[in-house]
């Protein structure tokens, strides 16, 4: 008889992504276009829209590709730690797993609020964040206390930072090609799901870390520096266009 061992049933779950962006692309449908006026101007140019796809959106995808290989690495790395930490017989990390989505539910509240305080702010203070929730679980590999931390803090920044991807998207191509861009989207969030094991895995691999222990928590330092690298290089492109646009004026 065929059997399937625990991890590659866990990693098979993921398929439903692709049901689920199956389902998305069947269901949603394209944007119409009303008849053009004949006396208001007809160029994309004039009417402020793009008239193609901005590169810019394969960027947005990367991302959010890589935000959601974090938040369901950790996510998956959680229950082995703590067993490490609390021994074979602790049974508890489905507690703190449920709990994880509290943080989840509270950044999605209060993104409206920190975006009117903060404006684009709000996307450096969410990459902040979480990049000091994967801090808090590398170095939770000795520390329970940190682990939790780190695993329920992820949730909230992650719904600070995934609004902006979809706040773009209006900018970065034409109407009639909106629901393709957001469905590209949609696809970096499932795949970064479905691969974050496999990637993970691979990190561990680079950095000479075991699969086992301690060694789980090892790429979790490195996704934390890649986020302040993400947001430096965000902020490095905002200040070089912002300097641009005033030398220009």
Same mark, same amino acid.
């Given at each position: 008889?065929l ?7 866990s ?13 998305f ?5 394209e ?11 007809t ?5 402020g ?12 995808v ?5 935000l959601?290989?974090?938040?369901v690495?950790?996510e998956n790395?959680f ?10 017989q602790?049974?508890g990390?489905?507690?703190?797993l ?5 943080g989840a539910?509270?950044?999605? #509240?209060c993104?409206?609020?920190l975006?009117?305080?903060l ?7 969410g990459?902040?964040?979480?990049a000091l929730?994967?801090?808090?679980f590398?170095w939770?590999q000795?520390?329970f206390? #940190? ?20 706040n773009?998207?209006p900018? #970065? ?23 974050s ?5 691979a990190?561990?691999?680079l ?6 222990g301690p060694g ?13 690298m ?5 902020w ?14």
């Open positions: 008889m059997t399937v061992s625990g991890w590659h049933a990693f098979l779950v993921y398929l439903l992504a692709f049901v689920a962006l199956g389902f692309a069947w269901r949603v449908p944007d119409q276009v009303g008849a053009a006026d004949p006396t208001q101007p160029s994309h140019a004039a009417a829209q793009p008239s193609q796809i901005s590169p810019m959106v394969a960027l947005l990367a991302f959010a590709f890589f959601v290989v974090d938040y690495g950790m790395r229950a082995s730690l703590a067993v490490v930490l609390n021994g074979a602790y049974t990390a489905a507690n703190f449920s709990l994880m989505l509290i539910t509270l950044g999605g #509240l993104y409206g609020s975006q009117k305080w404006g684009f702010g709000t996307v450096y203070l990459l902040l964040v979480m929730a994967n801090f808090l590398y939770g000795a520390n206390g #940190l682990l939790v931390a780190g695993l329920l803090l992820i949730g909230f920044p992650l719904q600070l930072v995934s609004p902006l991807i979809f773009l998207l900018n #970065l191509a034409p109407q009639h090609q909106q629901p393709l861009v957001t469905s590209l989207v949609l696809i970096g969030f499932n795949f970064g799901a479905f691969f094991p496999s990637l993970a895995a990190l561990n691999d950095l000479g870390q075991p699969m086992s789980l928590a090892a790429p979790f330092w490195v996704y934390g520096l890649s986020l302040l993400i947001a430096a290089g965000i490095v492109a905002r200040w070089s266009q912002s300097r641009n646009v005033v030398e220009n004026h």
